[in-house]
């Protein structure tokens, strides 16, 4: 089975600053699709970002990029120039292509930006 | 955009009743939804997926009879929690998949958070 694992359950960051979430994976397919999901205190959930594993380019969605690693099955967002409402939980979630269509979620890192 | 509701957002219930929950996706069709269940400060726990004119798929773990589901619609799926006790007492998210050529896009509804007292 497919895991997801986020090893910070907790980061910070100043504002205007930079910060990096990582997320592992574990799988043994081939075709398949990572996500970054935010979740704020409304708890509403957020796709930040989409990342096709076919693709070697690494998606970007204005101040959210990610580093997509297939070989080391690393996906780590990198968030430029934080902003208060950035401060969320954010979840790492793999979908496998043509397979149950569900969605694997990490446990979650709760970042908090300072101001 | 693409947009699911949930209905009630808020409910508080005595032990022993039962409780409805509706997802709705408002501007597409989806004959495949998901409903999630959160614990404070974790993640997201696949319950079932909700199949339209089918039966649910559950997860290893979900009571079938406690936590039933239907699909009614393609724009519809309803989660009723029977018999609910406090430990029943959570947040539950559904999710409805958009089919859009090669990738089908799960949207989220914004959650409904239970209480049985």
């Known amino acids: 089975a497919q895991t997801v694992t986020q090893s910070q359950p907790e980061m910070s960051v100043q504002e205007a600053e930079t910060v990096t979430l990582s997320c592992t994976y574990d799988?043994?397919?081939?075709?398949?699709?990572l996500f970054w999901y935010k979740q704020p205190p409304s708890r509403q959930m957020i796709l930040v970002i989409r990342?096709?594993?076919?693709?070697?380019q690494n998606a970007t969605e204005n101040r959210f990029s990610v580093n997509f690693q297939k070989a080391a099955k690393s996906f780590s967002l990198k968030i430029s120039d934080s902003q208060l409402g950035d401060a969320a939980m954010y979840f790492c979630a793999y979908l496998e292509q043509g397979g149950s269509e569900k969605l694997v979620f990490g446990k979650g890192t709760k970042l908090t930006v300072n101001p | 955009g693409a947009v699911v509701s949930q209905h009630p957002s808020r409910v508080i219930c005595k032990s022993g009743t039962s409780v409805k929950i509706e997802c709705r996706s408002l501007?597409?069709?989806?004959?495949?939804m998901f409903w999630y269940r959160q614990f404070p400060k974790q993640s997201l726990m696949l319950m079932a997926t909700?199949?339209?004119?089918?039966?649910?798929?559950?997860e290893q773990g979900v009571e079938k009879d406690k936590f039933l589901i239907n699909h009614a619609s393609l724009t519809l799926s309803t989660l009723t929690v029977t018999s609910a006790h406090p430990e029943d007492s959570s947040f539950y998210i559904c999710?409805?998949?958009?089919?859009?050529?090669?990738?089908?896009?799960?949207?989220f509804g914004p959650g409904t958070r239970l209480t049985v007292l």
């Open positions: 909700s199949n339209e004119g089918s039966k649910a798929t559950y």
């Open positions: 501007d597409f069709q989806a004959t495949t």
């Open positions: 990342q096709e594993a076919y693709k070697q």
């Open positions: 799988t043994s397919e081939s075709d398949y699709y």
């Open positions: 999710s409805a998949r958009r089919t859009s050529g090669f990738y089908n896009e799960q949207f």
